[in-house]
């Protein structure tokens, strides 16, 4: 499904993921995030993800994945950004093009109901199912000197529809590493959305903890041209609540 909006298709304290007021909205349940600035670790339903700037792990249970008994295959694409006309990366540190890479994707649907408001038409023409999604990166990017660095980054997200809510967590984290070993940048951005489908009540925000803040027009309808992106990649398609950590 996503999460290109663009194209077609070191031992640190650790410290609690969205510790304190951050932590107050739940998104969707299953899904577990533990981060520090070195390392993040994602707990899903029959999904785990470990990344850091050495390296990325992820490990599918095919039989748990996402919501199996929705009856919906698990489906697995590979894209290849090389060559592609992407829209760059902007980081505190730098600007970042990706040169080459595969975006590696494992998910599975759960359902084909039309996502509620701020979910726009537009978005569910094209992205039509509910969906639990594992992307990961790992590439070669430039920056705006010529330099080459090395990208790793997961792309996820769960979402839950019942007859009365609709609940989503959609992280992004990534490492921009330099020659010498050193993180020059780091993406740290939570989306979370909650909805009453019985009221209409949506509560929404994103906890940026990095140092890679961007917003671009999606083009996906009202309300979608201030949206939180990692480069070609977005958090929540539509414009929402940026909570500094």
């Given at each position: 499904m996503k999460r290109f909006a663009g194209i077609a298709v070191v031992a640190l304290t650790l410290t609690a993921l969205i510790a304190g007021p951050a932590s107050a909205q739940k998104g969707a349940p299953g899904f577990d995030l533990k981060e520090n600035p070195a390392l993040v670790k994602a707990d899903?339903?029959?999904?785990?993800?470990?990344?850091s700037k050495h390296d990325i792990r992820t490990r599918i249970d095919e039989e748990r994945f996402g919501i199996p008994e929705a009856g919906f295959p698990i489906e697995r694409s590979q894209t290849d950004l090389g060559g592609l006309n992407l829209r760059p990366i902007v980081c505190e540190n730098g600007t970042y093009r990706?040169?080459?890479?595969?975006?590696?994707?494992?998910e599975r649907a759960s359902s084909t109901e039309a996502r509620p408001l701020p979910y726009t038409p537009a978005f569910a023409q094209r992205f039509p199912?509910?969906?639990?999604?594992?992307?990961?990166?790992?590439?070669v990017v430039t920056n705006q000197d010529g330099e080459e660095l090395?990208?790793?980054?997961?792309?996820?997200?769960?979402e839950v529809m019942t007859p009365d809510s609709f609940a989503s967590t959609a992280p992004i984290h990534a490492f921009i590493v330099d020659s010498a070993g050193r993180v020059r940048d780091r993406a740290s951005l939570?989306?979370?959305?909650?909805?009453?489908?019985?009221?209409g009540e949506a509560v929404h925000r994103i906890v940026d903890g990095g140092t890679c803040h961007q917003a671009a027009n999606l083009n996906l309808g009202p309300g979608t041209d201030r949206a939180t992106v990692f480069g070609p990649f977005f958090v929540l398609p539509f414009n929402t609540t940026v909570v500094m950590r």
């Open positions: 899903g339903p029959g999904f785990r993800v470990k990344l990706i040169v080459s890479g595969i975006f590696e994707v494992t199912t509910i969906i639990t999604f594992v992307g990961t990166l790992d590439a090395r990208l790793l980054m997961s792309d996820l997200a769960h939570v989306g979370r959305v909650n909805i009453d489908r019985t009221t």
